[in-house]
């Protein structure tokens, strides 16, 4: 009797502890999901200021203030294993928003302000984590993504700024570079051009001489992954830019905006010579630049590859894979643009903001 009496016993023991163990699992599996739900973070928790743009996403859709927001296929937010950040992702094909060819998941102020009374800042600190894999060397534009912008929202709607990001196939370190472009004279826009700066390795002007040829990699240049900052400054007219990185030398720059430089066919530069000059693109700036117009910022990933023959435009127009336009597709094969934001920050002075607020031209 007491025999059979031990035996119930070990067996209810038995049961008790595999009750214990399941009950056990149970709790681990709810805590590991509310440790994962507590650690989801949304952009605007990382980056606060979200009230202050409009959210272009990858497919050509408007997203707007992009407060407690995610997409997962163009927005959404990643931890390094150290930081929290944003990350913006646009494929090289798909639906395009405005009159671009390129597909961007970009933020654009919402308010416009004007370059002769401004006093108006701009800070990103970023990595740029992929561009694209395909494209044509000889295009200039071919493996490069725009991470930050100046845009003006009247006139001709052209850009002051547009900080890029470009890497060849099989180089280890690209190049940072800058554009201005002209704010054309006249009514006919054709014949507008870019002028490109050089921070940390090549200008826009470098690029390969067949379709997959490259030139040498750039020695100062900056690495997928690796971080860098820029600061952009307008005021009274006058645009300064500083980028840092470390490990590289802080690069500093200034240009007018509101007195041009470029007012006759002898002020063009010798690298629009080569780039533009011989598609047709040879216009001169009128005199007072960007005066009169309201402009505003965007920041984040404005791919600059697309699958636009080259036989269209060979500065803009890269011939890159597309897969008809098949965004994972892009994904899986490497042909997309990637960048993340660690931190950002905008200023905009009240005399410098338009009385007519918002606006919704955004090419």
Known sequence: MRIKNMKLSSTAILLIGFALILSSCSNTAKKSSQNEAAESVYASEIIPFFNHWNLILGDG???GQAINYEHKDFFYTANDGQTDWVVFKAPNGGDTHGTSNNTRTELAQLKKWYPATADDKLTATLKVMNVSATGDARVAASYAVVVGQIHSADGHENEPLKIFYKKFPGHTKGSVFWHYEINTAGDDNSGRWDFSTAVWG????????????????????????????????VKDGLMSLIFTSEGHET???????????????????????????????????????YTGEGIFFKLGCYNQTNGKSPEVNMNWCSGAETFDGDIQKQYETGNYAEVWFKTASIYVSDDAVSNQGYFTKND
């Open 202 to 233: 090549y200008d826009f002007s470098i690029v390969g001489t067949e379709e997959n040829t490259y030139p040498e990699e750039p020695g100062d240049g900056i690495a997928l992954g690796e971080e860098f900052s820029y600061e952009i400054v």
């Open 61 to 63: 859709s408007n997203a």
């Open 251 to 289: 690069k500093t720059f200034t240009k007018n905006l509101i007195e041009s430089e470029y007012t006759t066919t002898a002020d063009i530069p010798e690298q629009t010579q080569k780039l533009f000059v011989p598609i047709g693109q040879d216009g001169v700036e009128r005199d007072i630049a």
